[in-house]
């Protein structure tokens, strides 16, 4: 009688290497999954308080606060950290996050769960995209990474950030900056 092997035992220490490294890509994408459970019934119930208190639990809309300035107006400052708490709003994805960065719709899972994934198996996210009108941060690009950070309890973002001048309706936003604290 032949003695029993186990399918890992046979291969070799490179093909186990490969497969526990797929078992624990798995592993982290299940539990990113469950993350994003409780992130979006977070948000239900966030908004369903912000709802009760009369208070708004949408992002601003940016097209809404100001339109683009000339591009001679710009000024581009760089790859910046930034406080999550000053980003109040985003270019076009008001529709799809909440002021708290929770999700609103199903469809942003798998993009989501795929950057939750990668942030708990180390890997960094990439600076997103931002505008900075007066003291206030609106998002061009990268409202998954955001909302990602925001589920791991970062404080700051790193992000490639260009400066708008500021037009009278910025006190309006800082309000609403100052409700996310």
């Known amino acids: 009688m032949q003695p029993h092997h186990t399918p890992r035992q046979l291969e070799s220490p490179r093909q186990r290497s490969r497969a526990y490294r797929y078992d624990w890509q798995v592993q982290s994408r299940v539990i990113a999954q469950r ?4 992130v979006l019934r977070h948000g239900w119930v966030g908004r369903l308080i912000d709802s009760l208190r009369g208070r708004s639990s949408a992002l601003l809309c940016l097209a809404d606060i100001q339109s683009p300035p000339p591009p001679s107006a710009e000024e581009i400052l760089g790859l910046q950290t930034v406080p999550i708490s000053q980003i109040c709003g985003s270019e076009g994805r008001v529709h799809d996050f909440d002021r708290r960065f929770a999700p609103l719709h199903e469809h ?7 950057l939750a994934a990668m942030r708990s ?3 960094p996210l990439t600076p997103v995209e931002l505008v900075q009108i007066g003291e206030s941060y609106y998002i061009l690009d990268g409202h998954h ?3 990602v950070a925001c589920a791991f ?3 700051t ?3 490639h950030v260009t ?5 009278v309706q910025i006190a309006d936003c800082r309000l609403q900056v100052a409700e996310l604290v």
Do not use: K, Q
């Open 35 to 38: 993350h994003f459970d409780r």
């Open 108 to 114: 942003i899972r798998d993009r989501w769960v795929t």
């Open 121 to 123: 198996e180390g890997h």
């Open 145 to 147: 990474r955001i909302s």
């Open 153 to 155: 309890n970062d404080d």
């Open 157 to 159: 973002i790193e992000a």
């Open 163 to 167: 400066r708008w001048p500021a037009v």
